[in-house]
T-cell receptor, first 111, second 116 residues
Framework: AQSVTQLDSQVPVFEEAPVELRCNYSSSVSVYLFWYVQYPNQGLQLLLKYLSGSTLVESINGFEAEFNKSQTSFHLRKPSVHISDTAEYFCALTRFNKFYFGSGTKLNVKP | EAGVAQSPRYKIIEKRQSVAFWCNPISGHATLYWYQQILGQGPKLLIQFQNNGVVDDSQLPKDRFSAERLKGVDSTLKIQPAKLEDSAVYLC??????????????FGQGTRLTVV
C-alpha cells in the first residue's frame, strides 16, 4: 500500500529565511513524487515532480526537492522565502496513475 | 492550453437537497479524477475514470454520490441527498496518463460546497 506523510501541519517562517517542508512516503515499489501548492480558494498547482533521473529537482520559483530512496523522503526546500510563498503545500506520490496525497503543510511567511 | 474547468465555484444547499458539479478536463486527457478536500485535510480520491470507464470508485459513498463521464470527456458528480459532512471542496483533475503511465495531474479551481 502507498501512503504519504507530512508531519508538519503548519510552518511559520520569516521572510528571506530558509524553509524545509518534510515529506515521507511508504511504498513497496517504485513511485513518482510530486509537490503541489494550493493558494486560498484555488485548486492545486504542480510545483515540481520527480519521475526519474537526477534526484534533485527544481521549480521555476526557487523551490527544490530531493528524492532520497533510502530514507523514503522527498523534502521541499527553499533557501529564501517570500511573502508570496504563503500557501498550503501537498506532497503526493503516484503509482499506476493513482495519486496519493499527504495531509498538507501550511507555510506562513511573516514579514 | 485551456486548463481543467469546473462549475459552479461555490454552492450552498440545505441538507437532504441534491447538488451536481461539472468538470471539463484538458483536451486529450484520458484520466479524470474527482477528489473531496475537507478543510484541513489533503484531497481524498472519490472516483477515477479512464476514458469513460471507472478505474477506482472504492471510496465513493455510493448510497448518495454518483458520477459519470459520458463520451470520455466531461464529467458530472452528484450528491443526493446531501449531508452536513459533505461540506468540502470538490476538485476535479485530469491527466494524460493511461494504461499505467505516470504523469502529473492538472487540477481545476474546485467547487466549494457548504451544506447547512
Amino acid at each position: 500500500a502507498q501512503s504519504v506523510t507530512q508531519l508538519d501541519s503548519q510552518v511559520p517562517v520569516f521572510e528571506e529565511a530558509p524553509v524545509e517542508l518534510r515529506c515521507n512516503y511508504s511504498s513497496s515499489v517504485s513511485v513518482y513524487l510530486f509537490w503541489y501548492v494550493q493558494y486560498p480558494n484555488q485548486g492545486l498547482q504542480l510545483l515540481l515532480k520527480y519521475l526519474s533521473g537526477s534526484t534533485l529537482v527544481e521549480s521555476i520559483n526557487g523551490f527544490e526537492a530531493e528524492f532520497n530512496k533510502s530514507q523514503t523522503s522527498f523534502h521541499l526546500r527553499k533557501p529564501s522565502v517570500h511573502i508570496s510563498d504563503t500557501a498550503e503545500y501537498f506532497c503526493a506520490l503516484t503509482r499506476f496513475n493513482k495519486f496519493y496525497f499527504g495531509s498538507g503543510t501550511k507555510l506562513n511567511v511573516k514579514p | 492550453e485551456a486548463g481543467v474547468a469546473q462549475s459552479p465555484r461555490y454552492k450552498i444547499i440545505e441538507k437532504r437537497q441534491s447538488v451536481a458539479f461539472w468538470c471539463n478536463p484538458i483536451s486529450g486527457h484520458a484520466t479524470l479524477y474527482w477528489y473531496q478536500q475537507i478543510l484541513g485535510q489533503g484531497p481524498k480520491l472519490l472516483i477515477q475514470f479512464q476514458n469513460n470507464g471507472v478505474v477506482d470508485d472504492s471510496q465513493l459513498p455510493k448510497d448518495r454520490f454518483s458520477a459519470e463521464r459520458l463520451k470520455g470527456v466531461d464529467s458530472t458528480l452528484k450528491i443526493q441527498p446531501a449531508k452536513l459532512e459533505d461540506s468540502a471542496v470538490y476538485l476535479c483533475a485530469s491527466s494524460l496518463g493511461a494504461g499505467g503511465m505516470n504523469t502529473e495531474a492538472f487540477f481545476g479551481q474546485g467547487t466549494r460546497l457548504t451544506v447547512v
